[in-house]
């Protein structure tokens, strides 16, 4: 049997090295350094001392595939996410065809299982071709072999508040949870960059805060009373925080992500009218940034998800207005959280856990993943080196596209290794 | 100077040189019979204009031509660009075919600084004739020419510019503009047409026209589209003439040698009445006409200031 023996790994970050042995997927024993005989045959990885988490868990992904294979398939966008330590990941609903039945989201499924390097759940759209006008088979999908967890228009809001609730009501008898893109459409048509003082003086059109806390606090109201649970998508303001501070503290089963991107990057970016740095919902201040990674360390913020979104050169070096809006994530999201919150002392390596892998998990119901280190639970793991760094190519990404906001830039933290179930996906920047 | 983007940045002596060189070529060319100058013979100049104009193109195709260069005009409908042809590759076109200065417009913001980027390698230099809802400095250069010849500088003037100054183009050009050669500049529109963070702009900003007239040197009128009414800009075009538009009422509250600015098109009836576009303090044909000589400048700045390295 395929087993794998991780020689001294410090768990969380924290305490001695141990030894962790994996066998039969899940892990077999975790004892002192040297303890443990080596089952002949197993693999051995060398930790010397680095930190030993739960695999990572993405609720935020775009595969393209089906629809835009030109940017990432299911099979890149799995080697991305596998050498960026996840063993799960979310793939969004906006592909062409959109994933609105069971037939799509069986087959973004088939082909995750088929590659074999991450969990690919598929999102299914709340509302049919993401029109926003009449719900989905939600049913149909959640029961369907992908069995689908959770729900989301993303890319489009779903703002009308009768289907909005509606979904909401119909998914409690799921178990599913939608996630909303939370982006009052009336109030930012034509929206281009964040509405500020920066996007005034360099004349793009402003995506206001209010866009969307307007939308997240009419969601959580609709939440509330419906007894559903809710989650919002890439939470990007700090009136955003402040509703969902006040939703939980009324009872609301709210949870919210943040991207990698809106932790650590500003508005100070329109200046390069470069939209590589064009994303939706908009790149905002310094004092929203701020208030992301303190939300994300008091928990107000539950999780980090990348938001990842591959497109073709064409759709980025062109003028600003024409260019699409998303950018990569899956390889970097490690490494900017480790900037953006361990650097500075907002999270402990048990708080990446939490905000990467048991939080996201758990808004998700995935019973397999964000699981404790211990024995008899599943091998499913990252390894990461805390004090190596490395300098970004989006040429030397695994994803086809290569549209990083982050090119040329020097960040802490490797992924020395992924395991999937005792098996390594990825190990030392390579598959396998 | 390599290329003219914004005048945001664009240092004081750089603007007056401009300005200097826009009076100078103004008064070598008038009265001459043949208005034409050799200074740029040789060169290409390409408008490239995926807005519709009149003024803006004409003026620079008259400005290059005065100049002597060979000024080619493409538009978007009857180009490459009908076929689905990037801007980029627009670009690069151009440049490869023997371009000097490729003068843009284009309804995305930013679009002449990427175009820049994109020119880099060829050398080629860019002039911006409107991007978005961003700059349009050469409009700005041409009221400040208008403004120092008729009010013999600029310094210390109070200028309210009125109207969209949201989707203007113009008023982002003109205030950092007028803000660098000393005038002071005020906004008066309803809190509708300004910007989010106007007031950490160089100005102070109105609500009252009328409280504003008295103390100005020139008002600079903006066109107010009245289709912006269906954003719930303002209640009606009617309501917006009667609160911001420049009838004749109001132009006796201004100062006797204050100057009317407009930038074109106008609408009259809407922003300002007929006869007030009309009235000798109007300075709106001497504008255009200034806007030739201030294009020719530019050209001048751009192509023939530092020949000798390039040939």
């Known amino acids: ?432 | 100077m390599r290329h003219l983007l914004t005048t945001e940045g664009l240092a004081a002596d750089d603007a007056t040189a401009l300005l200097d060189t826009a009076d100078e070529l103004k008064r070598t060319l008038l009265g001459r019979e043949v208005r034409k100058l050799p200074t740029l013979r040789g060169r290409t100049v390409v408008t490239m204009f995926y807005e519709n104009s009149t003024r803006t193109r004409v003026s620079f195709e008259i400005a290059g031509k005065w100049m002597s260069a060979d000024v080619i005009n493409v538009s978007a409908s009857g180009s490459s660009v009908g076929k689905g042809e990037s801007l980029r590759d627009t670009a690069l076109t151009l440049a490869a075919a023997g371009a000097d200065c490729v003068i843009a417009r284009h309804p995305a913001s930013g679009a002449a600084h990427r175009l820049a980027g994109w020119l880099a390698e060829a050398g080629t230099s860019v002039v911006n004739a409107g991007d978005g809802t961003h700059e349009h400095p050469t409009q700005a250069l041409l009221d400040a020419a208008t403004l120092r010849e008729r009010l013999g500088g600029l310094k210390d003037r109070r200028i309210a510019i009125v109207g969209d100054v949201l989707h203007s183009r113009v008023a982002r050009s003109n205030v950092h503009l007028l803000a660098t050669l000393g005038a002071e500049v005020v906004l008066v529109a309803p809190p509708t047409l300004l910007p989010v963070g106007v007031r950490s702009w160089p100005v102070t900003v109105s609500h009252d026209l009328d409280a504003e007239l008295p103390a100005l040197d020139a008002v600079m009128m903006l066109r107010v589209q009245a289709e912006r009414m269906h954003g719930a800009f303002f209640p009606s075009a009617r309501e917006y003439s009667i609160a911001y538009g420049l009838n004749e009422a109001r132009l006796r509250l201004l100062p006797e040698d204050a100057v009317v600015l407009h930038p074109g098109p106008m609408l009259r009836g809407m922003e300002i009445g007929s006869a007030v576009a009309d009235a000798p303090r109007s300075a709106i044909t001497e504008q255009v006409r200034n806007g030739v000589h201030v294009r020719m400048a530019v050209l001048y700045h751009l192509l023939a200031g530092d020949g000798a390295d390039r040939d």
């Not at chain 1, 069995?147 to 909401?168: K, N, T, Y």
């Open chain 1, 1 to 432: 049997m395929n087993e794998v023996l991780i020689r001294g790994a410090r768990l969380y970050g924290e305490g001695e090295p141990v030894d962790v042995l994996v066998a039969d997927g899940v892990i077999a024993g975790i004892g002192a350094p040297g303890v443990a005989t080596v089952p002949e045959g197993a693999e051995v990885i060398e930790a010397a001392g680095q930190v030993l988490l739960p695999g990572f868990v993405d609720l935020h992904t775009h595969l393209r595939e089906p629809g835009r294979e030109d940017t990432e398939t299911i099979e890149t966008g799995s080697s991305a996410a596998a050498l960026g330590g996840y063993t799960a990941v979310f793939a969004m609903a906006n592909t062409d065809p959109v994933a609105d039945n069971a037939v799509v989201v069986e087959h973004v499924w088939r082909r995750g299982r088929e590659i074999g390097l991450v969990d690919v759940h598929p999102v299914g759209a709340v509302t049919a071709g993401l029109a926003g006008e009449r719900l989905a088979e939600l049913g149909t999908m959640a029961k369907s072999a992908a069995g689908v967890r959770m729900f989301s228009d993303d890319g489009h809001c779903v703002a009308d508040p009768l289907i909005m609730r509606r979904a909401l009501e119909y998914s409690t008898a799921l178990g599913t949870v939608v996630a909303q893109h939370a982006e009052e459409p009336r109030l930012t048509v034509g929206a281009q960059a964040h509405e500020g003082e920066r996007a005034s003086r360099l004349g793009y059109t402003g995506w206001p805060s209010s866009a969307e806390e307007s939308i997240v606090a009419r969601d959580c109201v609709l939440a509330r009373h419906a007894g559903a649970r809710l989650h919002v998508c890439h939470v990007s303001t700090t009136g955003t925080v402040d509703v969902l501070a006040w939703a939980k503290g009324l009872g609301v089963d709210v949870s919210a992500e943040v991207t990698p991107h809106h932790l650590l990057l500003t508005d100070e970016r329109l200046a390069t009218y470069d939209p590589i740095n064009k994303v939706n919902p908009p790149l905002r201040t310094e004092a929203d940034a701020e208030r992301m990674r303190q939300a994300l360390a008091d928990g107000v913020v539950d999780c980090v998800a990348t938001d990842h979104a591959p497109h073709a050169v064409q759709d980025k070096d062109c003028e600003w207005a024409a260019a699409r809006p998303g950018m990569l994530g899956l390889q970097t999201a490690l490494s900017i959280v480790a900037e953006t919150m361990v650097r500075p002392g907002l999270l402990d390596w048990r708080g990446v856990a939490r905000v990467m892998s048991e939080r996201p998990a758990e808004i998700a119901g995935l019973p397999d993943q964000g699981r404790p280190l211990a024995e008899g639970e599943p091998a499913n793991l990252v390894l990461i080196d805390p004090d190596a760094e490395w300098t970004v190519h989006g040429a030397e990404l695994a994803s086809l596209a290569g549209n990083t906001p982050y090119e040329g830039m020097r960040l802490p933290a490797v992924v020395s290794a992924t395991l999937l179930r005792g098996r390594i996906t990825a190990r030392e920047g390579k598959i396998g």
